[in-house]
């Protein structure tokens, strides 16, 4: 693998300590949205998968039980230990772990039938990039699915939720909103659809203690959450307990779908 960018430097910085959160939470380990992946990828079995920001593997794993092989690969080394770890431990033979940039990969044209991301793609500064090696590997009629967070299409909304995500993470790269998703994907030359949208419930407390998030930034995303406008309020669903503190929000999520041209 080349040197890391100094951005993906950030980025192991920021996950390699909490390989063991991503790997335990329910919201990765056990989200309904596997389930949405799965289905909407349409398998007959016999599929080699590539699985682009594969964390703690939990994606990876659960389309290893379904198709003939799996790849999943990350910049953070801690987490593709965790992932093989797990892989391990639950006796999972046919999926391999890999440290490696999802903007440079490292396998030949034409030769994943799926390509998946979960929450993932907010973390890539070069999602073009991303996505045109995304269609280069995969197969003709070869299908890229990403589940992510998506930003709304009003200013004011945009601003405040990719705010609080920096404050919080600051690998977070941008929540991309629907009509820049479906321009990246078009660039590559890939189709675009929207599956699936639905509110990912957080709470607060563990939302920034997952990203070790340091004291001084959770005051100032608490303050952003209680001078949010209404409209804030309500789109990303804030709720606060009886001393105004924040509780939980939502962040808007998606199920995208690209497929890459079918040979003639």
Not at 14 to 21: C, D, L, R
Not at 73 to 101: C, K, S, Y
Not at 178 to 184: G, L
Not at 244 to 259: D, E, I, N, W
């Amino acid at each position: 693998m080349q040197a890391m960018s100094e951005h993906q430097e950030d980025v192991r910085k920021q996950f390699g300590p909490s390989a063991a959160a991503y790997r335990d939470a329910p919201l990765f380990a056990q989200g309904s949205d596997l389930q949405k992946l799965i289905a909407t990828a349409r398998l007959s079995g016999n599929e080699r998968v590539l699985d682009l920001g594969t964390g703690a593997g939990h994606t990876a794993l659960a389309f290893a039980g379904e198709v003939r092989e799996v790849i999943g690969i990350d910049v953070t080394p801690e987490m593709i230990q965790t992932a093989r770890a797990l892989a391990q431990e639950r006796g999972v033979t046919n999926v391999d772990f890999q440290v490696a940039d999802a903007a440079q990969l490292p396998f030949p044209e034409n030769c994943f039938d799926r390509v998946t991301c979960r929450m993932a793609m907010h973390h890539f500064p070069h999602l073009e990039q991303v996505l045109h090696e995304v269609a280069r590997v995969l197969v003709p009629g070869g299908q890229l699915l990403v589940v992510d967070h998506y930003a709304p299409d009003e200013d004011e909304l945009d601003d405040f939720i990719n705010a609080i995500e920096r404050l919080r993470d600051p690998s977070h790269i941008r929540e991309y909103r629907i009509a820049e998703w479906q321009s990246a994907f078009a660039m590559a030359g890939l189709t675009f659809a929207v599956c699936d949208r639905w509110d990912l419930p957080l709470l607060v407390g563990e939302w920034v203690a997952r990203s070790r998030t340091p004291k001084a930034q959770c005051e100032v995303i608490m303050i952003r959450m209680r001078m949010a406008s209404q409209n804030c309020r309500e789109t990303f669903q804030i709720e606060f307990d009886n001393n105004g503190v924040p509780l939980s929000f939502c962040l808007k999520t998606a199920l995208f779908q690209g497929m890459k041209q079918a040979a003639d």
